[in-house]
């Protein structure tokens, strides 16, 4: 995994939190945590560690695991429906030159949003043996060490999350020119082509945390959800639809005055939208950046 001081781990831990967590914010604290316990130690107890990898990724899925279990009681006193936090590409926004720890995640399904959204379905002793083990091919033994369980226990957990996984729909490539439709038939309120893009059954879920006016129930049905993207965009003049990647996958992002304000994530059955994760909780969109943006 490279050593400590060159960052690899970092990365790879960056990449390991924000799956077990869903949040960047708390990824990055539960990283930042770890390091500060591994500089913590004696000189002489580091030496004896022959695998400061090792050590790391068991500190920080430890660390994730006591804030999974307490993120269940917050999260009970959060208003409306809690998302995970969405990830921008750095690519689209043309700013390489600006880190953000958003750089570091890797975009492949396990961060898509329809995949965090099941994740947040299972234990937390689930999602640790499942991610770390399915996602990123950690022997059993060593996620004992993190669960404090056998490894055959650590099996069974991992088992019961992939059954999860499987009773969950399973998501399909989100098509660009799909989501392309959808901002144009926002953009001209046209109710009746909303209506034809989503599927009847379709389901929009949105995170305001009680920061942001938006729904706290799901919308079902897509002519309902299509009356209320339509009643949405009546009621919000100045606001800029624009195409964008979230988490890896095409999305779209609406600006204020060069703020963002929302970031949707689709999930696509046969061409139609199946799914739309709305955040609009000012907190989970720091990391998207501000400023006059190509369109």
Not at 151 to 168: G, H, M, N, T
Not at 187 to 201: F, K, M, T, Y
Request: hydrophobic share 45%; charged share 25%; glycine share 8%.
């Amino acid at each position: 995994m490279g050593t400590v001081e060159g960052g690899v781990e970092w990365r790879q831990l960056l990449n390991v939190a924000y799956r077990l967590l869903g949040s960047l914010t708390e990824a990055e604290d539960a990283v930042q945590d770890a390091y500060a316990r591994w500089y913590g130690l004696s000189d002489a107890r580091r030496a004896e560690i022959l695998s400061p990898g090792a050590w790391l990724t068991t500190v920080t899925g430890r660390i994730c695991l006591d804030r999974l279990g307490s993120a269940r009681t917050r999260r009970e006193r959060y208003v409306g429906a809690w998302l995970p936090e969405p990830l921008p590409d750095r690519a689209e926004w043309g700013d390489a030159a600006h880190a953000d720890p958003a750089d570091q995640i890797v975009r492949d399904e396990s961060v898509a949003m329809a995949f965090l959204v099941v994740l947040e379905s299972m234990t937390p002793a689930e999602r640790v043996a499942f991610v770390l083990h399915d996602v990123f091919r950690y022997p059993f033994a060593e996620i004992a060490e993190v669960l404090g369980r056998t490894p055959a226990a650590c099996k069974q957990l991992a088992a019961s999350a992939r059954r999860r996984v499987s009773a969950a729909p399973a998501p399909a490539p989100v098509r660009a020119d799909v989501v392309g439709q959808v901002r144009k038939a926002w953009e001209s309120r046209d109710i009746a082509a909303l209506v034809g893009l989503l599927d009847p059954a379709a389901v929009m879920t949105a995170d305001g945390g009680g920061m942001a006016g938006t729904v706290l129930r799901p919308v079902e049905g897509g002519p309902r959800i299509a009356r209320y993207m339509a009643a949405i965009a009546d009621r919000a003049p100045g606001l800029e639809l624009l195409e964008r990647s979230v988490n890896g996958l095409p999305g779209l992002v609406a600006r204020r005055d060069g703020t963002v304000v929302t970031v949707a994530a689709f999930d696509v059955d046969a061409g139609r939208v199946a799914r739309i994760w709305v955040v609009r909780n000012p907190e989970k969109l720091r990391p998207w950046p501000a400023g006059p943006q190509p369109s």
